[in-house]
């Protein structure tokens, strides 16, 4: 019995390690080999006035406005203006830049946004406004960046009317999220001075969030199994639909647009392919200006014992490149600053077939947990009603075969307590990543506690195959001459009906690497 259930246990383990490989997609990254040269680590600005002003140099007057939309809506914002004395307050005083910032996808509110980068810009001379997004129509699931675009506009438009704001010298300050916003803005609008994007995908949506999950899990230090779940889970088509902007290209936008381009980027942002932006906004655009920033995160901030702050750094550099367009517009060096590593590429995510997707998956999972709550209240109602009866008849009622239940109780369990397990396991390996930490306890013992739940629900499955071999495939046991036919159906259909649950919901686990071979 042990030998045949052991052989019969690694047969199910090997069937479901095979269901899971070639379910598909697989997960394989290109390493990047030929990586970006940095012309030189200072990131000064190449071209800039020494006459430009320079963040601090002026106070910053504060104001709040309200910025009219389209069919009578309105949003917020914060606009701030350097307080200019002497001939810089004259009336006749060449008119100063302006920036208009579009939000990224963590901000909405201009109180709580942009405030160390809008501040230190207007304190080198350079009008700023910040607006709040608009969030009647965004969501997690539904967002529009051509919308975005239209709506952002009308900040454009109210910061061309503020006195003392040139009109034909007001760019953007797009991050994020933002940077696939901000290009559609500047060919509507080809009025546009300039952009400044910080730390932008370049690569769609979809592409960018598969990147950053791979880097995320890899500087956690995850198994190798783990990597299996990104392409089922990016690629899918999510239950319940939406996510259409996740495929939005940019690019088309980038090469349209005339105007020139700062990006930067900081060393430490794990979550965009720094190089390959890089390279991308290079072929895509002209006069583009990059600068790294070491141990900057998304934000362009580094910690300090005090904080996070902004980078020394930043605010001084797109100062003197606003303030010295145009000559700093293609004034070398084009691309300076700290070194960026960039390990693999952000590539299109491979499509699960059509049982990956997401509404399936969830439908799989609900009528699976549905009969594995259906069955023990078929058997344990029926065997209960039986044996009550039977105190009154003397006539023992229908129970399951003997040797059946432990095996069925522990596959039951087993597979529902894997699947829990692992959603416990992504959960937290997920909250270890976004918050860069590394636990060899959560990380490695949690994915050796998943895969042990799993086989303990297989060898339940085995030790079940074998019972029932040995009793025939009789499945119950009437304790009298004469069957209970209906209570025998209904015994039977709650024991296929657990069987049926848990085998659905170890092809599932399978699906998602809960038992590829190796670890």
């Known amino acids: 019995m042990f030998f045949r259930t052991v052989a019969t246990s690694a047969a ?42 320079q963040p601090g140099d002026h106070e910053v007057r ?30 006749d005083a060449p008119g100063r830049p302006g920036i208009v910032f579009v939000h990224g996808a963590g901000t909405g509110k201009a109180a709580d946004a942009f405030t160390l980068a809008a501040t230190a810009l207007a304190s080198a001379g350079i009008t700023t406004l910040v607006p709040d997004k608009r969030l009647d129509n965004y969501s997690t699931r539904h967002r529009d960046y051509e919308q975005m675009a239209r709506d952002y506009a009308f900040s454009v438009r109210f910061l061309r009317d503020v006195p003392g704001v040139d009109p034909d010298d007001v760019g953007l300050y797009a991050e994020s999220e933002g940077a696939w916003v901000s290009p559609v803005m500047m060919v509507d609008d080809p009025r546009l001075a300039f952009q ?10 979809r592409q960018q969030a598969a990147y950053a999950v791979d880097n995320y899990l890899r500087n956690t230090d995850v198994p190798a199994g783990v990597f299996r779940a990104i392409p089922r889970a990016v690629g899918m088509k ?15 936008w980038l090469r349209e647009q005339q105007d020139p381009i700062l990006a930067v980027f900081g060393t430490n942002d794990a979550s965009m392919p720094l190089e390959q932006g890089t390279r991308e906004l290079l072929a895509d655009a002209d006069d583009v200006t990059v600068r790294f920033y070491e141990r900057a995160n998304h934000g362009i901030n580094v910690e300090t014992p005090a904080g996070l702050v902004l980078h020394p750094d930043f605010a001084r550099d797109v100062a003197d490149w606003v303030l010295g367009l145009p000559a700093t517009a293609s004034a070398p060096p084009q691309v300076a ?14 499509q699960p077939h059509w049982y990956g997707d997401g509404d399936w998956l969830v439908g799989v999972v609900v009528t699976a947990s549905g009969l594995l709550v259906l069955g023990p209240l078929l058997v344990g109602g029926t065997v209960l009603t039986g044996r009550l009866a039977g105190r009154r008849s003397g006539r023992p009622g229908v129970r399951l075969g003997q040797g059946l239940r432990g095996p069925l109780t522990w596959l039951g369990v087993g597979s529902v307590a894997t699947l829990l397990g692992l959603g416990a396991y992504l959960g937290a390996v997920a909250r270890l990543a ?19 739940l ?34 025998v159906a209904v015994v039977s259909t709650g024991f296929w009906a657990i069987v049926l649950g848990s085998a659905t919901l170890l092809v599932t686990l399978a699906y998602w690497g809960a038992y590829q071979l190796g670890i």
Request: proline letters at 11%; aromatic letters at 4%; hydrophobic letters at 45%.
């Open 62 to 91: 504060e104001t709040p406005v309200t910025i009219p939309l389209a069919d009578g809506l309105e949003v917020g914002g914060l606009l701030r203006e350097p307080v200019l004395t002497g001939p810089d307050a004259a009336d």
């Open 454 to 487: 799993g086989i303990v629900a297989v060898v339940a499955a085995a030790l079940l195959v074998g019972r029932l071999r040995d009793r025939r495939m009789s499945l119950v046991e009437t304790g009298g001459p004469e069957p209970r036919r209906v209570a």
């Open 12 to 53: 199910i383990l090997v069937a479901l390690a095979v269901t899971g490989a070639v379910a598909g997609p697989a997960w394989e990254p290109e390493p990047v080999t030929n990586h970006l040269d940095v012309s030189t680590t200072s990131t000064a600005i190449g071209g800039a006035s020494p006459d430009a002003g």
């Open 196 to 205: 400044v994007l910080v730390s932008a995908p370049v690569v769609p949506p």
């Open 337 to 350: 600053g700290a070194q960026p590593e960039q390990l693999y590429l952000a590539a299109p995510v491979p």
């Open 434 to 452: 976004l918050d860069y930490e590394k636990n060899a306890w959560v990380v490695q013992g949690g994915w050796i506690a998943v895969r042990l």
């Open 238 to 252: 999510v239950p319940g639909g939406g996510f259409e902007y996740a495929d939005f290209d940019v690019r088309p």
